[in-house]
């Protein structure tokens, strides 16, 4: 991590509302950050890339507050593109309209335009993330968002140090093309050059024989780190694993989780681990490593993408030669490996007690059963053409056969708002999301993989493009399963939901069975979180009370998924009380009518 300016300004604003009102220091304090986006030159591989930041730096600048603080940004955008931030599982309570959902919760902020995103960090604690959230400027415009317990007690022992390990990639590319070539299809030549661990691309990438920098972490030994992963990439769950160390994993999503042992953690895009290492291994060197997985062939191959840091000891003995030279490497699952994070995530429980826990073992108010995967829509809005791969049809993601379409004219929230959803004077159109897959079929038959004419896919290939929203009654407990197909791929799909956290009750290969599936539930300690990697060729389970009022974005945290079109919108009802009712916007909500296009 690059300037640290902020923190010390978040830490002014402590001190300053601290002393400003005397109170004791568990009052809530004020953070404020100003992110100037701009797109500057940074060079790799020899190469002078321009990209659009946060102040200049790769990966942005960390917001660091306390449980209860507000956080205040002020977004100035000198970038030539729409810009949003949105701030990724901050549960947003009644504040919607900071979200920075793009045409979701609100339009863009518009170049050289400002606006100011305002809302609290209540009742969450450990690690989350911020990144843009109009099309795939995300790839460098992130940062990590890092909540402390009000009391500074952590329930486990208090780490020395705390440690950002922001997994990534480093594109060469334009990405507003390759977002592009998404929409229409995907192209598979849309690579990332890079993995990168904390804006490194690490000592395996090198350019005429200049080998790229590592990430390095100096470690004293005896001391406990706290690592806070977060994968910020485009494409890719990775691994990630220390040489001969071990890890216990204490939190994910900003919830905790009960300690679970570990020498290998699975980090799906969107999701953040948080895991505790303690220095206890001889005084040497050992490479960190982040490696990508991705399933096997049939399934279309992108390269093997790995970066990897260095943990150096404080007093390396000065004739430990080896470890001098060259750091250990640790020992990687393959790339093809896609049990590892299944058994990983599968592994992981919540602390018991949860407030909301009653409630999800009560009455379930709604079921939806979403199939996750690919399907086609036709040229030039034609009502039919050849599948299969022909070009008369263009690949989409979808979930039940519905590809999302981003609203243009104005954002949902606001269409919602004003009355102008659906109807004469729409200014948005929506539909229902299905609340199950058009027709059943054997979801996970892997026969489905390759896209060839005349096959079985054919048939089932058929999608719809819609701006589709599904409704909930105010604190209504809604259950979803989701199912990954293998139809043209069988990838994993890392589902997040905004403004709410859900319990993960189980997860499946295969097809989902209600009649055997729903006994494996785990309704006393299930892990709470915002992203759920739904395995591949299976499924997993979801269970949230939809408590808060407003429009959220739920989508695959894969972004040629989402901008295929693998997304959908709850909307959360006011409830009978003010304080359950989502205030009017602020005031200064950039325009949707100066939007360009
Ligand atoms: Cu990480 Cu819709 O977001």
Redesign the pocket.
């Known amino acids: 991590m690059s300037k640290m300016l902020p923190i010390a300004a978040a830490l002014f604003f402590f001190y300053a509302a601290v002393a400003l009102s005397g109170a004791a220091s568990s009052k809530a304090a004020m953070v404020e950050h100003t992110f100037v986006v701009k797109q500057v030159y940074m060079r790799h591989l020899c190469n002078d890339t321009l990209v659009t930041v946060v102040n200049g730096q790769f990966p942005g600048p960390p917001v660091e507050a306390t449980e209860g603080d507000t956080v205040v940004v002020h977004v100035v955008n000198e970038s030539p593109f729409e810009i949003t931030i949105?701030w990724?599982?901050v549960k947003q309570r009644l504040t919607c309209w900071a979200d920075g959902?793009g045409m979701i919760t609100q339009c863009p902020i518009q170049p050289n335009t400002t606006f100011t995103y305002r809302f609290n960090v209540d009742g969450q604690v450990g690690t989350l993330?911020w990144?843009a959230?109009v099309s795939i400027l995300?790839a460098t415009l992130h940062g990590i968002i890092v909540i402390r317990p009000k009391s500074s007690s952590y329930p486990f022992q208090k780490p020395h140090v705390d440690v950002p390990i922001i997994i990534a990639e480093w594109w060469q590319r334009d990405l507003m093309k390759v977002d592009k070539n998404f929409s229409m299809g995907g192209s598979f030549s849309d690579n990332p050059a890079a993995a990168t661990i904390n804006g490194k691309l690490s000592d395996l990438y090198n350019c005429s024989g200049v080998r790229e920098d590592n990430f390095v972490l100096n470690v004293e030994h005896g001391k406990t780190y706290m690592l806070r992963l977060v994968n910020a990439a485009l494409f890719s769950e990775y691994y990630f694993k220390v040489a001969d160390h071990k890890f216990t994993v204490v939190g994910s999503d900003a919830n905790y989780v009960r300690p679970y042992a570990t020498d290998v953690v699975a980090v799906a895009p969107?999701e953040t681990i948080d895991v505790l290492m303690v220095a206890d291994a001889p005084p040497c060197r050992y490479y960190m490593v982040a490696l990508a997985n991705q399933p096997p062939a049939p399934d279309p191959q992108i390269p093997v993408f790995m970066s990897r840091g260095i943990v150096q000891y404080r007093g390396i003995p000065l004739d430990a030669d080896k470890c001098r030279n060259e750091p250990l490497m640790p020992e990687m699952p393959d790339q093809h490996d896609t049990l590892t994070t299944f058994y990983f995530h599968g592994n992981l429980s919540g602390l018991p007690g949860h407030p909301l826990l009653p409630k999800i073992q009560g009455r379930v108010d709604e079921h939806l059963f979403i199939s996750l995967g690919k399907g086609s829509i036709c040229k030039g809005n034609k009502p039919s053409c050849r599948r299969g791969g022909n070009p008369e049809s263009i690949e989409v993601a979808y979930m039940n056969n519905v590809s999302f379409r981003l609203p243009e004219k104005m954002s949902l929230l606001e269409a919602r708002h004003y009355g102008k959803m659906n109807g004469a004077d729409a200014a948005v159109v929506v539909q229902d999301l299905p609340s199950r897959p058009p027709r059943a079929f054997n979801y996970t038959d892997p026969a489905l993989i390759p896209v060839v004419p005349g096959g079985e896919l054919e048939r089932l290939e058929a999608t719809r493009k819609a701006t589709t929203v599904r409704r909930f009654a105010h604190n209504a407990t809604v259950e979803v399963v989701f199912q990954s197909t293998s139809t043209m791929q069988s990838d994993s799909n890392p589902m997040?939901l905004?403004g709410h956290d859900f319990f993960v009750l189980a997860q499946g290969h295969g097809n989902y069975d209600p009649a055997k599936d729903v006994s494996s539930y785990n309704v006393v300690d299930p892990q709470m979180k915002n992203?759920v990697q739904v395995p591949r060729l299976g499924w997993a389970a979801i269970r949230f009370v939809a408590d808060n009022p407003g429009a959220w974005?739920m989508?695959c945290?894969f972004e040629f998924h989402?901008a295929m079109g693998m997304a959908t919108v709850i909307e959360v009802a006011n409830g009978p009380m003010l304080g359950d009712t989502l205030p009017p916007p602020p005031s200064d909500l950039p325009k949707c009518e100066n939007k360009k296009n």
């Open positions: 949105h990724h599982g959902a993330w990144h959230h995300r969107g997040h905004h992203t974005f989508h945290h989402i």
